[in-house]
């Protein structure tokens, strides 16, 4: 099945869905999964987690490096991570293509304090 994500609330809604369930914002085309079953109670599960007060939250991303060997590869590449590094977010880890003539993925998290009402 079908999910959208809300880049306003973060939350996500069954597809086939052209506004968030949670805050009715307008969800963009491109911003969907294919998930199974089991993702999705996966998802449900995580939803129920509580924070406690007090505890930062981490914020993900995930970019596509460019594999290019060569100049203009790892230059691209370090003017993403370069980038991403003055946005304050870390790069944790890579995601390998199927074969070395995939794209590979770089995987960046930052995080924050939430802020509590009184
Ligand atoms: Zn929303």
Same mark, same amino acid.
């Given at each position: 099945?079908?999910?959208?994500?809300?880049?306003?609330c973060?939350?996500?809604? @069954?597809?086939?869905? $052209?506004?968030?369930?949670?805050?009715?914002?307008?969800?963009? %085309?491109? $911003?969907?999964?294919?998930v199974?079953?089991? *993702?999705?109670?996966?998802?449900?599960?995580?939803?129920? @987690?509580?924070?406690? #007060?007090?505890? #930062?939250?981490?914020?993900?991303?995930v970019?596509?490096?460019?594999?290019?060997s060569?100049?203009?590869?790892?230059?691209?590449?370090? *003017?993403? @991570?370069?980038r991403?590094?003055?946005?304050?977010? *870390?790069?944790?880890?890579?995601? #390998?293509? %199927? %074969? $070395?003539?995939?794209p590979?993925?770089?995987?960046?998290?930052?995080?924050?304090?939430? %802020?509590? *009402?009184?």
């Open positions: 099945m079908r999910i959208y994500f809300c880049p306003e973060g939350g996500y809604s @069954l597809g086939p869905a $052209s506004q968030c369930d949670e805050c009715q914002a307008v969800l963009p %085309d491109d $911003s969907w999964a294919d199974t079953e089991e *993702e999705l109670s996966q998802l449900e599960y995580i939803e129920e @987690l509580e924070l406690p #007060p007090g505890l #930062p939250t981490w914020e993900y991303d970019v596509k490096l460019n594999t290019e060569g100049v203009n590869g790892i230059s691209y590449s370090t *003017e993403v @991570l370069n991403m590094g003055e946005k304050g977010w *870390e790069l944790i880890n890579i995601l #390998p293509g %199927d %074969d $070395s003539e995939d590979r993925y770089g995987v960046f998290k930052r995080s924050w304090v939430p %802020d509590y *009402e009184e």
